[in-house]
């Protein structure tokens, strides 16, 4: 299995970006995705995720309201559209399968990571 994220760049407060990540190397709608940021000297933290169908999504608490998850099954593809970034929102940003979960360890697979860096 293979993730591929992409979309990340360096953005001013307020402004938006989307990241998308490509799947390959199996059925990617039979598995859960899910959206993971780490900032520098933080830990891995939870951003958002999605169903295999795409019919449901939570969110940290943190993007509510700010972020959405989707996914396209046709092509093998899941988006986070992130609005009104804030400069915490820098972090290199990760996609993973194949869990409908929050924790890192439950994720099996993981992209090489996107950069996003919001100035203020």
């Known amino acids: 299995v293979q993730l591929q994220a992409s979309g990340g760049g360096l953005v001013q407060a307020g402004g938006s970006l989307r990241l998308s990540c490509a799947a390959s190397?199996?059925?990617?709608?039979?598995?859960?995705m899910g959206w993971f940021r780490q900032a520098p000297g933080k830990e891995r933290e939870f951003v958002a995720a999605?169903?295999?169908?795409?019919?449901?999504?939570y969110y940290a608490d943190s993007v509510k309201g700010r972020f959405t998850v989707s996914r396209d099954n046709a092509k093998n593809t899941v988006y986070l559209q992130m609005n009104s970034l804030k400069p915490e929102d820098t972090a290199v940003y990760y996609c993973?399968?194949?869990?409908?979960?929050?924790?890192?360890?439950?994720?099996?697979?993981w992209g090489q990571g996107t950069q996003v860096t919001v100035s203020s």
């Open positions: 190397g199996r059925t990617f709608s039979s598995y859960a």
């Open positions: 999605i169903n295999w169908s795409g019919g449901s999504t």
């Open positions: 993973a399968s194949d869990t409908f979960g929050s924790s890192w360890y439950e994720y099996d697979y």
